[in-house]
């Protein structure tokens, strides 16, 4: 005993709306086109957090909106003029690589100019090196991804958020 936590969370359902989260016109666009009416308790509890600054784990059972729920702050964050990767997903698979770039795809479709791209082993090197020029995100497995940095085809000075998607699994993997 002794040790007490310092800080509590409680969720109360509420009526928020992704208007209220913070989120910019070309993403609620992005939102409402993909039929989402409400934001799932992660995406309430998580999307303002990440706006904020503000470091996260989040637990929440499959289907819940989890990626979602990063990949909406995240594409606010990068800066569109910038043609350098600036948000980093990692992700255990490349089923799940490809899965959560596309939904970055699908989420960001109405951002001009954003670019996301997948690095996972088993593809072509040579297209994922062309592919991380010009991108702002970057989803991808941890082996390729270490290829990519040990190549020097991966900078890592303009990130400003890495995300470890399934991290739980990673660590499971080795």
Same mark, same amino acid.
């Not at 799940?96 to 100019?113: A, D, R």
């Given at each position: 005993f002794g040790n007490k936590p310092t800080h509590y969370y409680y969720y109360i359902m509420t009526v928020t709306t992704f208007e209220s989260l913070g989120l910019s016109k070309p993403l609620l666009d992005a939102v409402n086109s993909l039929g989402f009416e409400k934001p799932s308790q992660i995406q309430e509890l998580a999307i303002p957090r990440i706006l904020n600054g503000d470091d996260i784990v989040g637990l929440s059972e499959t289907g819940s909106g989890k990626t979602a729920a990063f990949t909406l702050p995240a594409l606010e964050l990068i800066d569109l003029e910038v043609t350098k990767p600036q948000v980093l997903i990692l992700s255990p698979t490349r089923e799940?690589? +490809?899965? /959560?770039?596309?939904? /970055?795809? *699908?989420?960001? =479709?109405?951002?001009? *100019?954003? $670019?996301? /791209?997948?690095?996972?082993? @088993?593809?072509?090197?040579?297209?994922?090196? =062309? @592919?991380?020029?010009? *991108?702002?995100? /970057? +989803?991808?497995?941890?082996? $390729?991804?270490?290829?990519?940095?040990? $190549? @020097?085809?991966?900078?890592?000075?303009?990130l400003k958020l890495v995300i470890l998607d399934e991290a739980d699994r990673m660590l499971d993997m080795g």
């Open positions: 799940l690589c +490809v899965q /959560v770039c596309e939904e /970055v795809q *699908s989420l960001g =479709k109405f951002l001009p *100019s954003m $670019r996301a /791209v997948p690095v996972y082993g @088993g593809a072509p090197i040579d297209r994922q090196i =062309k @592919g991380l020029r010009g *991108s702002q995100m /970057v +989803v991808g497995t941890p082996g $390729r991804l270490m290829d990519h940095l040990r $190549r @020097g085809t991966l900078r890592t000075e303009d």
